[in-house]
Nanobody
């Protein structure tokens, strides 16, 4: 059974940084894309970025604007979302997701098969 467990959220002041982690278990993820999404209150879940597990290639949605970086530690089965220069509008629940997607770059919520429970990020002004 696939499990994705996020951690690293919290309260941070505007301009600060956070690194979110997503530990994946339950199968081999070599053919998977690991995605990060976020959902602010009253808004739809938004694609932040994705990473091809086998190659480490990362791609990003519009919300990133050069401030977020996705990486992985294969030995630890962990994907990271490094967030810098945080703004109050980055406040949201951040979710990790996974899908078997060799050769594609999924960006939609419906593209992903597995989801974590989310971790809250709150940025104060």
């Amino acid at each position: 059974q696939v499990q994705l467990v996020e951690s690293g959220g919290g309260l941070v002041q505007a301009g600060g940084s956070l690194r979110l982690s997503c530990v994946a278990s339950g199968r081999t993820f070599s053919g998977h894309v690991m995605g990060w999404f976020r959902q602010a209150p009253g808004k739809e879940r938004e694609f932040v970025g994705g990473l091809h597990w086998s190659t480490g290639y990362a791609y990003y949605g519009d919300s990133r604007k050069g401030r977020f970086t996705i990486s992985r530690d294969g030995a630890a089965n962990t994907v990271y979302l490094q967030m810098n220069s945080l703004k109050p509008e980055d406040t949201a629940v951040y979710y990790c997701a996974a899908v078997n997607a060799i050769g594609t770059m999924p960006t939609r919520v419906g593209d992903y098969d597995y989801w974590g429970q989310g971790t809250q990020v709150t940025v104060s002004s």
